[in-house]
């Protein structure tokens, strides 16, 4: 079974950053999609970022150029991160690490086989 652990967030003014990483072990994840979610109260959650595992990246429209997602798979391990610049009150939300085994991304999450538990991203003045 896929443990995803998530670190990283916290509470930030807007126009700040923060960097999260999630964290994986046991398995060859280069064969692995694998990609950041998010879900703000009252609100569906929603693709943020994707990468493939031959390295191709996706970002949800709203935060294309704020955000960047990269991936480190050495030996049976994974490291997934998501740098976040320009933060703004919209991001405020808990943003969850997913995984499933396959070549390509898909943006929907009912594909992703493994979630993490979460970790909160506040963005307020």
């Known amino acids: 079974q896929v443990q995803l652990v998530e670190s990283g967030g916290g509470s930030v003014q807007p126009g700040g950053s923060l960097r999260l990483s999630c964290a994986a072990s046991?398995?060859?994840?280069?064969?692995?999609?694998v990609a950041w979610f998010r879900q703000a109260p009252g609100k569906e959650r929603e693709g943020v970022a994707f990468?493939?595992?031959?390295?191709?990246?996706?970002?949800a429209d709203s935060v294309e150029g704020r955000f960047t997602i990269s991936r480190d798979n050495a030996k049976n391990t994974l490291t997934l991160s998501l740098q976040m610049n320009s933060l703004n009150v919209e991001d405020t939300a808990m943003y969850y690490c997913?995984?499933?085994?396959?070549?390509?991304?898909?943006?929907?999450?009912?594909?992703?086989?493994?979630w993490g538990q979460g970790t909160q991203v506040t963005v307020s003045s």
């Open positions: 997913a995984a499933v085994r396959r070549r390509w991304c898909s943006r929907s999450l009912d594909t992703y086989e493994y």
């Open positions: 046991g398995y060859t994840f280069s064969t692995y999609c």
């Open positions: 990468i493939d595992s031959d390295g191709r990246v996706a970002h």
